[in-house]
C-alpha cells in the first residue's frame, strides 16, 4: 500500500551550459595551480643560483662562535681562502637546489590555493585582493612549504657549517653530501631528527610569507602603469618586477630575522636542544643583538634573491601564455 507522507521534493539537475561552466572553472582552477607550481620551480633556481652565497654567510655568522669572525667579509675571507671561491661560497648548494626548486613550487602553488581560499571566506573585487587578504594567503603559503623547507634547511645548515671545520692531515669530513646527512640524521634519531626545526620553520615562514606576497603585490600597483583614471593599462617593465620583487625580499626577513637565528641554532645544534634553551643561549650570548647575526648578508641576499625569484616567476608566466 503506498505511502501518503508527503513527498520529497528533488533537487533540479543542472543544465547542460552549468555543467559546462563548472568543468571550465574546475579546469582553470587545475591550470592555475600547475601553472603556479612551475613558475615557482623556476623562480626557486634562480634564486638559489643568486642568493646562496650570501645564505652561506649568514648561516656561518649565526651559528659560529663569538669571535671567529669580525663581520661579513671576514667570513667570505676565511671561506674563500679555506675552501676556494666556487667550493667555498656554493657549499652545501645541492641540497637547496633539490630542495628549493620543489620549496618554492609550493610556495607559489600555496600562494595560488590560499588566494582560492580567501575568495571563499570573504568578498573579493575581481582580481584585487586587499593586502589582509594577499597576506592571509601568503601565511598559508607556508603551511605546505614547510614540510619541504625545514629537511632541506636542516641539511643545508650541516653542510655549511662543515665547511668552517679545519680538517686534520688525513680526516675526512663527516658528512659525504646532502643524502648522507638526511641517512646519518636518521639513524641519530629518526624522522623527528631530519625534521627537526620544522615548527621553528613555520614560525619564520608564515608571517615572513605574508609580508612577502603582500609587499610584492602593493609594490606592484604602485609601479604599474596607470591611466587617469588610476586604472593598469599595461604590463609591468622587468625593472619593476626586479624592485617589486627586492622589496618583497627585504619585508620578508625584517619581521622574522631573530626566529631565522634561533632556527638555525636548533637544527645545527648536537644532542636534543629545546627552543626554550636555544632562546636562553643566544641572548646569554649577546642580548638581544645576538638575535640578529649575519643580518646585513641576509638583507643583501634578499634584495638580489628574489628579484631573481619573481622576475623568474614572472617570465615563467609570460612563456607559459604563449606556449598554452
Not at 44 to 58: I, N, R, S, T, Y
Not at 216 to 235: I, Q, S, V
Request: hydrophobic share 45%; charged share 20%; aromatic share 8%.
Amino acid at each position: 500500500m503506498p505511502s501518503s507522507g508527503p513527498s520529497i521534493p528533488t533537487p533540479p539537475l543542472p543544465s547542460k551550459d552549468e555543467v559546462k561552466e563548472e568543468v571550465v572553472a574546475a579546469t582553470k582552477s587545475s591550470l592555475s595551480g600547475l601553472r603556479s607550481l612551475a613558475a615557482g620551480g623556476v623562480g626557486g633556481v634562480c634564486a638559489v643560483l643568486v642568493g646562496h652565497p650570501f645564505d652561506l654567510v649568514k648561516v656561518r655568522m649565526q651559528t659560529a662562535e663569538k669571535g671567529v669572525y669580525s663581520g661579513a667579509v671576514d667570513v667570505v675571507r676565511q671561506t674563500v681562502a679555506r675552501e676556494g671561491l666556487a667550493r667555498g661560497l656554493y657549499a652545501g648548494v645541492s641540497a637547496p637546489l633539490v630542495g628549493v626548486t620543489p620549496m618554492f613550487a609550493v610556495s607559489f602553488w600555496g600562494y595560488d590555493v590560499g588566494k582560492g581560499l580567501v575568495r571563499r571566506v570573504s568578498s573579493v573585487d575581481g582580481d584585487r585582493f586587499t593586502a589582509g587578504q594577499v597576506a592571509a594567503a601568503g601565511f598559508f603559503s607556508a603551511i605546505p612549504m614547510t614540510a619541504i623547507t625545514a629537511p632541506f634547511e636542516r641539511v643545508k645548515v650541516l653542510l655549511q657549517l662543515q665547511g668552517q671545520k679545519q680538517l686534520a692531515p688525513g680526516e675526512k669530513p663527516r658528512y659525504s653530501g646532502g643524502l648522507d646527512v638526511v641517512r646519518q640524521l636518521y639513524r641519530e634519531g629518526g624522522v623527528r631528527s631530519v625534521f627537526r626545526g620544522s615548527l621553528a620553520t613555520l614560525a619564520r615562514d608564515g608571517p615572513g610569507s605574508a609580508a612577502y606576497f603582500a609587499t610584492y603585490d602593493y609594490t606592484k600597483r604602485r609601479l604599474a602603469p596607470k591611466n587617469a583614471a588610476g586604472e593598469p593599462t599595461g604590463e609591468l617593465s622587468l625593472s619593476a618586477i626586479i624592485c617589486a620583487g627586492a622589496a618583497a625580499g627585504v619585508a620578508m626577513w625584517i619581521p622574522v630575522f631573530p626566529v631565522d637565528t634561533v632556527k638555525s641554532r636548533l637544527q645545527s645544534a648536537e644532542g636534543r636542544p629545546t627552543v626554550g634553551g636555544v632562546v636562553r643561549g643566544v641572548y646569554a650570548s649577546g642580548g638581544l643583538k645576538a638575535f640578529f647575526p649575519g643580518f646585513g648578508p641576509a638583507i643583501a641576499r634578499a634584495i638580489p634573491a628574489n628579484a631573481a625569484t619573481f622576475l623568474g616567476v614572472e617570465l615563467a608566466h609570460k612563456a607559459m601564455d604563449r606556449l598554452f
